[in-house]
């Protein structure tokens, strides 16, 4: 049996899928979404055109979406909740191995996990732009942003305590920003500029943090 949400904003799920059934259902849905507004811009793109593309009664789709919006909600959340579990995993590396090289290779980890989602996954250019242009999920797009500097401002410190902690939020966040609007624009560039635009990222990105994740030497 699927689970109601009892949901309390615009975009959460009316229901989540439990059974395979459902679920092959719901993820008929986010599919078609996410390849309809990729074709067509996501104001052109209505939930009973959804519908009949996925083969299913409206009703069917608003049994687990509310709106059109709460689809792009959940496309969106797929993809940042995957990238939540990469960077967790590359700044363990940091704290194993807090040294210069190490952040080198997890900086290259994470810029090429941006890149290689966004080169498999043109759509999710269109997924940002209707982020964007709703208020609602702007404020949960900029909640993750912050989410994603605690983490690594956490993962800093646990090796270097003395490091002032607003510093280095706000490095994180410049960072954060930096690699995001930079792979974004860089599925709108010629494909010539973009080996130089990535290593010079990834350098731009190190140097933010350059110095910081090696532990104070001890005299």
Sequence with gaps: ????TGNSSTTELTRVPQQARSREKFDAILATTLRLIHEKGYEQVAVREIARQVGLPIASVYQYFPNKLSIVRQLWESYTSTFAELLGSELASIAA?????????????????????HR???ELLAV??????????????RQDT????????????A????VDRETMMSRALIASETASGTVKLAQELPGELLPALYKNLKEILVSIFAGLTEAPSQT
């Excluded at 049996?1 to 109601?4: A, F, G, S």
């Excluded at 191995?97 to 989602?117: C, K, S, Y």
């Excluded at 940002?128 to 242009?133: L, N, S, Y």
């Design 1 to 4: 049996m699927d689970t109601l």
């Design 97 to 117: 191995d807090p040294t210069e090289a190490m952040l080198r290779q997890v900086v290259g980890n994470v810029v090429d996990h941006m890149v290689d989602q």
């Design 120 to 122: 498999e996954n043109p």
């Design 128 to 141: 940002w732009r209707a982020v964007d242009g709703s208020a609602e999920l702007r404020a949960l797009n």
């Design 146 to 157: 912050l989410d994603v500097a605690e983490a690594i401002t956490a993962a800093v410190m």
């Design 159 to 162: 090796v270097r305590p003395d």
